[in-house]
């Protein structure tokens, strides 16, 4: 089963802080996400990004979110400026074309925002 | 109402028992439907897609209704190592849209 690496598996933040989530990608897998869920409630998403730019996004990802591929392989996503409502687990996931149902997830990270 | 609706459980069941979870969806354009395994404290993994003509694998079958809006999974022979929370998930508000929707899941308990 294909993998997806995620880092770093754990991070404590000051609230306002910035903070990096990153992902790395399987080879032929086009489609990125990013999902997160806060402990106890369902998956929700939160951004998707294809071809180098976001091809849609939720009401949750506002300005103190941002994605992208620096260097065309690792796959980021940043907030700005912490809040504590952001303490959740983020799940990168991706996608082959053609198959946007079948998500691989990444083992998440899980940030907490004191 | 909520895009995708579960029962939350938990469903506490023997080894060996037959199991159903039901799931309500409420945009009647949706196309794709699944079912995914999340574990305690672990990512979620597709377990299968729900096909209209109803599926199986094993001793898990799916069924769609889409007069009803709803999808369901059959678990036969219940396993200990079945224990997990089972998520049901469609895609988005919007056809084409490739994001999915989860549900809050169903949390099934198999007791020895």
């Known amino acids: 089963e294909p993998e997806v690496t995620q880092t770093p598996s754990h991070q404590v933040t000051q609230m306002g802080q910035e903070v990096i989530l990153r992902c790395v990608p399987i080879?032929?897998?086009?489609?990125f996400y990013w999902y997160r869920q806060i402990l106890g409630q369902k998956v929700e998403f939160l951004v998707s990004?294809?071809?180098?730019?976001?091809?849609?996004k939720s009401e949750i990802f506002d300005d103190q979110f941002s994605v992208e591929r620096p260097d065309g392989s690792n796959f980021t996503l940043k907030i700005r400026s912490t809040k504590l409502e952001d303490s959740a687990m983020y799940f990168c996931?991706?996608?082959?074309?053609?198959?946007?149902?079948?998500?691989?997830f990444g083992e998440g990270s899980r940030l907490t925002v004191l | 109402r909520k895009e995708v609706e579960q029962d939350p459980g938990p469903f506490n069941v023997p080894e060996g028992a037959t199991v159903a979870f039901n799931c309500t969806y409420s945009?009647?354009?949706?196309?794709?439907f699944f079912w995914y395994r999340q574990d305690c404290r672990k990512e979620p993994k597709l377990l299968m897609s729900?096909?209209?003509s109803g599926n199986e694998d094993g001793r898990f079958t799916a069924q769609l209704n889409r007069a009803s809006q709803y999808i369901s999974l059959l678990i036969r022979d219940s396993k200990l190592s079945d224990s997990a929370t089972y998520l049901c998930?469609?895609?988005?508000?919007?056809?084409?849209?490739?994001?999915?929707?989860f549900g809050s899941g169903t949390r099934l308990q198999v007791q020895p």
């Open positions: 945009n009647s354009a949706s196309q794709s």
């Open positions: 996931a991706m996608t082959l074309a053609g198959r946007t149902g079948e998500l691989f």
């Open positions: 990004f294809y071809n180098n730019e976001i091809s849609e």
């Open positions: 080879s032929n897998h086009l489609y």
């Open positions: 998930v469609v895609n988005g508000k919007d056809t084409g849209r490739r994001a999915l929707t």
């Open positions: 729900v096909y209209s």
